[in-house]
């Protein structure tokens, strides 16, 4: 007799994810993935003004702020067929590559480590043997003894209290727990450190977008940014060398910390290898663009079937046909009217709500396909689309990784083992790793344009009496991002975003097929139902958004968590 | 000197729930400040405001509140009343994480010393709708408590002599030009 199990955070009025997994003889047996709040940014937006929907789609998450600012201006300039000033591209490109290490820096330390990380065990660490046992494999400054009798003596003052504050809700001492007291002190004393990091990222997107987390400095068709070498207020010399120096602090950081830090937990957890492939189909956007018509970029895009590499298909540009045509939406098993799958353009959102029902609709979240199947997104999809196609920068970096998980495992761990919940990690660190890398370039080649003598930033939209469309793409931190507009008259006749999560989180759709999440979740570990922590690991590996979240705070503290077994 | 930071949180696309961004743009609007003490629509940033609090040393929140006190109320909590409660198991970076975000910070030993949230209570938060009377009517009480603990940890303000338009933005629409 299976189990089920439900682990829902309920948060009053803003939902979020709400897993369901049945157990049999200790391993996952089905899974449903449901988030319980509507998403209404799309009504939101009819009728208004193209230009302004940026700043709207920006507040439809707080964390993915920047995000959905810029798939929308692309959404606009793509239905006017905009061509966007060089400065525009490399500041825009400099924003989301920041913005994208903040992020990826957070969801490792601060999300998912304590996945595999122990904290309770930290007190009985040998400081000096951290020291030891990572000597030779970073140059890293913060790794001394004293950086680890601190941190140690942190997790001590925490136990000593009583009071577990941050850590009440870690599984400490699971039997999925594996690593040693030195190794989880090691991993914690860089989840202190790498606060300060994420927050240089913060400040650099800040200095480049005026503000953060609402960044002000976008238009349809550009940015706002004056430039002028010499003036105070612009973006001036100051300021570009303020850029340099902070992505230069956080390239160290993640190369000799966070590109560490996982492929050394990913070696002592091998066996994760072997869970949560799931979906196996992979679509990933091209972006970071480096000319005024969007046709180069720095980052590859494409598709994958099956998990088949050698079957990889490259994406031309932001609005590729066979990208356009292929994706649809459903809405069998969501909260939504109507069973036909839609083209985004056609898309419609008429909300249905049910009682949540295994076998009938259980999600908001509508189920995306691309030609019909399930896909993953995602920083893995991104690199596994790079790599079969033969980028030679993410070969670079991915063969960096597996090279030193290989070494440090004493097994040789290929590219083949990424498709995983561990690969989901890993893939995660290669891409920032390169976003660190490709930062210290787009600021050469803005600095270098700049110098040249161009500081134009912005191209004046003008928008036509008849209908038109645009989507605009993004290869957000959580994977495929796009925006799709109909503009009537120049208002906004349809407005209909497929964000990441939505790929990744989607329920079954007409046929069945389970969403991604669901997907790997089948046939992963439990070791002890109350405490499925090996459950959490696969869904925290996609770094899930259940975005829009309304943000109301409970000083009561109804319970905002429950992991019940029925 | 102290750092001191006022912060307004909340969705402003979900109704009441705009009440901690909407009364930080009133009180941008109407009052100036003096140095060490800023003023920001934060949104809503879950776990990053970690991000946003570090290096302060007050940090004064304002936003919508869940109390079954009746709509418009405006309810003080401090650092205990705040993170009386345990945070929850999490599964993804975006639900609310006032707790999480403070005991996070102070792990890291440069949180805040002091730290308000000043809660509005709200009664309707439906995508697109605009303040509800009772909280609308709030605002300028939640601001004059927000003034006020400025004042107690040493911040200075001053009334603007002319106080500048408001940026309700999503409350505004902005009109389109077209051309054949």
Same mark, same amino acid.
Request: charge should be negative; aromatic fraction near 10%; avoid cysteine.
């Given at each position: 007799m299976a189990k089920r199990i439900t682990i829902d955070p309920i948060s009053r009025i803003e939902g979020h994810l709400r897993i369901d997994i049945e157990v049999e003889n200790g391993a996952v047996s089905n899974s449903w993935s449901s988030c319980t709040m509507w998403r209404g940014i799309e009504t939101i937006l009819k009728g208004r003004d193209p230009r302004e929907a940026w700043v709207f789609t920006q507040r439809s998450c707080g964390v993915c702020t920047t995000v959905h600012a810029m798939a929308s201006v692309r959404s606009v300039e793509d239905a006017l067929k905009l061509e966007i000033p060089l400065n525009a591209q490399y500041i825009r490109n400099l924003i989301l590559i920041n913005h994208g290490l903040h992020d990826h820096i957070v969801h490792f330390?601060?999300?998912?480590?304590l996945d595999y990380v122990?904290?309770?065990?930290?007190?009985?660490?040998d400081p000096a043997k951290v020291s030891n046992l990572i000597e030779g494999l970073s140059p890293w400054t913060g790794n001394s003894k004293k950086e680890f009798l601190a941190a140690q003596n942190k997790v001590k003052a925490v136990a000593a209290s009583g009071q577990l504050g941050i850590f009440t809700n870690g599984y400490w001492g699971h039997p999925a727990m594996k690593l040693s007291p030195e190794v989880n002190l090691l991993a914690f004393a860089h989840y202190i450190q790498a606060l300060e990091y994420q927050r240089k990222s913060v400040q650099a997107v800040a200095i480049l977008g005026s503000?953060?987390?609402?960044?002000?400095?976008?238009?349809?068709?550009?940015?706002s940014n004056a430039i002028n070498?010499?003036?105070? !207020?612009? =973006?001036?010399m100051d300021k570009l060398f303020m850029i340099k120096e902070l992505m230069a602090e956080v390239k160290t950081f993640v190369d000799q910390v966070y590109l560490p830090d996982v492929c050394a937990i990913a070696a002592l957890y091998?066996?994760?290898?072997?869970?949560?492939?799931?979906?196996t189909n992979y679509l990933a956007s091209p972006d970071l663009p480096l000319d005024t018509k969007n046709t180069k970029f720095d980052l590859v895009g494409g598709y994958i079937m099956d !998990?088949? =590499?050698?079957?990889v298909h490259k994406f031309?540009?932001?609005?590729?046909d066979v990208f356009t045509k292929g994706v649809t939406e459903e809405t069998k098993h969501a909260?939504?009217?109507?069973?036909k799958p839609l083209q985004p353009w056609e898309g419609e959102t008429d909300p249905e709500y049910t009682e949540w029902a295994a076998e009938g609709k259980y999600s908001w979240v509508k189920a995306p396909r691309f030609q019909g199947r399930p896909m993953q997104v995602g920083p893995l999809a991104q690199i596994l689309v790079g790599y079969a196609a033969g980028d030679p920068l993410t070969r670079k970096h991915t063969d960096k990784a597996l090279g030193l998980i290989s070494t440090i495992a004493g097994k040789k761990i290929g590219?083949?083992?990424?498709?995983s919940t561990l690969g989901r990690h890993v893939a995660r660190a290669i891409r920032a790793s390169m976003l660190a890398e490709l930062g210290e370039k787009h600021w050469e080649l803005l600095a270098n344009n700049i110098g040249s003598g161009d500081v134009a930033t912005h191209n004046e939209p003008s928008f036509p009496i008849g209908e038109i469309q645009g989507v605009g793409v993004h290869e957000a931190p959580r994977g495929l991002l796009s925006h799709w507009c109909v503009i009537k008259g120049g208002k906004l006749a349809n407005y209909q975003a497929v964000v990441p999560s939505t790929w990744n989180a989607s329920p079954r759709d007409a046929k069945g097929q389970h969403g991604p999440y669901e997907a790997s979740l089948l046939k992963n570990p439990i070791a002890d139902p109350t405490r499925p922590l090996e459950a959490i690991r696969t869904i925290h590996s996609f770094d899930p958004c259940m975005a829009c979240a309304c943000h109301t705070f409970d000083p009561?503290?109804?319970?905002?968590?429950t992991v019940k077994v029925l | 000197m102290k750092k001191i930071k006022v912060c307004g949180v909340g969705s402003v696309l979900l109704g009441d729930d705009a009440v901690g961004p909407y009364t930080v743009r009133w009180i941008e609007a109407n009052y100036e400040f003096g140095e060490g003490v800023a003023v920001e629509?934060?949104?809503?940033?879950?776990?990053?405001l970690i991000a946003y609090m570090t290096g302060m040393n007050v940090l004064i929140l304002i936003d919508s509140v869940d109390?079954?006190?009746?709509?418009?109320t405006v309810t003080v909590y401090d650092r205990a009343a705040i993170t009386r409660h345990r945070p929850a198991v999490r599964?993804?970076?975006?639900?609310?994480?006032i707790t999480e975000s403070i005991f996070v910070a102070e792990l890291a030993g440069d949180g805040p010393e002091e730290i308000y949230l000043i809660g509005i209570t709200g009664e309707a938060f439906e995508v697109g709708a605009p303040l509800s009377e009772p909280v609308q009517k709030a605002i300028e009480k939640a601001a004059e408590v927000a003034l006020e603990c400025v004042v107690k940890h040493g911040g200075t303000f001053r009334r603007r002599q002319q106080p500048l338009p408001?940026?309700?933005?999503?409350?505004n629409a902005i009109q389109t030009e077209v051309s054949a």
């Open positions: 330390y601060h999300l998912s480590a122990d904290i309770l065990k930290i007190p009985q660490a503000k953060s987390p609402h960044i002000q400095n976008l238009t349809v068709g550009g940015v070498f010499d003036s105070l !207020g612009t =973006l001036n091998a066996d994760w290898f072997n869970y949560g492939a799931g979906v !998990g088949n =590499l050698s079957s031309n540009g932001f609005r590729d909260w939504y009217k109507g069973e590219i083949e083992k990424l498709q009561e503290g109804k319970p905002v968590a | 629509d934060l949104g809503t940033p879950g776990l990053d109390n079954r006190e009746p709509a418009g599964l993804d970076p975006h639900s609310p994480a408001m940026d309700i933005w999503w409350e």
